[in-house]
């Protein structure tokens, strides 16, 4: 049973600060992660993927990804209110998604003026 | 760019009643996933086509079907609607065999079922 663990929140942040976004996730065999960001009552919308062991950088985001300690992150630098939904973190197997995505249940972050 | 274009985008059924809903991927994609997401839960894997075939099955009722067409449409037939069927439907589409294969969602239908 493959399963991404999100603490739910609400994260709450004040702007201009760090936004640190954290994910667990228990089968060995998941090799692609990703970051979904979901506003309410729309569709995911995808923000960062991440394959390898270290960082990914993309403008104000960064993602992390440590397999050994299967755990996958998303910072969020100078964090604006625009910011604020709900991030879904994502695993799947490389090579395609034979079931899909396996999702956490997302965390609600608020980014507080 | 083109994206993933769902229909309807509001769906209003009573008990009882069928809905179908309707997907297209984005060009050049061959693969199709449809999820499922209540009110605040995470979205729920109900089936995926690849190639106009069924790949995977998830968490779909036996009264739910679906198909993916020679133009890699899919439809999400719902027969024997019930209340706890109201939620926002997505469709989903990628390049499958990618190593990096990323999915696309669409803005997805929100079916109410009263």
């Known amino acids: 049973q493959k399963e991404v663990e999100q603490n739910s929140g609400p994260l709450s942040v004040p702007e201009g600060a760090i936004a640190s976004l954290n994910c667990t996730y228990s089968?060995?065999?998941?090799?692609?992660f990703f970051w979904y960001r979901q506003y309410s009552g729309k569709s995911p919308e995808l923000i960062m993927f991440?394959?390898?062991?270290g960082d990914k950088e993309d403008g104000r985001f960064t993602a992390q990804l440590n397999k050994a300690s299967q755990y996958v992150s998303l910072l969020i630098r100078d964090s604006q209110p625009s910011d604020s939904a709900t991030y879904l973190c994502a695993a799947t197997y490389s090579g395609g998604g034979a079931d899909g995505l396996t999702f956490g249940k997302g965390t609600h972050l608020i980014i507080q003026p | 760019a083109a994206g993933v274009i769902q229909s309807p985008r509001h769906l209003i059924k009573e008990k009882r009643e069928t809905a179908t809903l309707k997907c297209y991927p984005i060009?050049?994609?061959?693969?199709v996933y449809w999820y499922q997401q209540g009110p605040g839960q995470d979205p729920q894997f109900l089936i995926s086509f690849y190639e106009k075939m069924q790949s995977d099955k998830g968490s779909i009722p036996d009264r739910f079907s679906a198909q993916q067409f020679s133009d890699y449409h899919s439809e999400l037939n719902m027969s024997s609607l019930e209340l706890g069927d109201s939620a926002l439907y997505f469709c989903?589409?990628?390049?499958?065999?990618?190593?990096?294969?990323?999915?696309?969602f669409g803005s997805g239908t929100q079916l109410s079922v009263l």
């Open positions: 060009p050049r994609h061959d693969t």
């Open positions: 991440i394959y390898s062991n």
């Open positions: 089968d060995r065999g998941s090799q692609s």
């Open positions: 989903a589409s990628s390049q499958r065999g990618q190593w990096n294969e990323k999915l696309f």
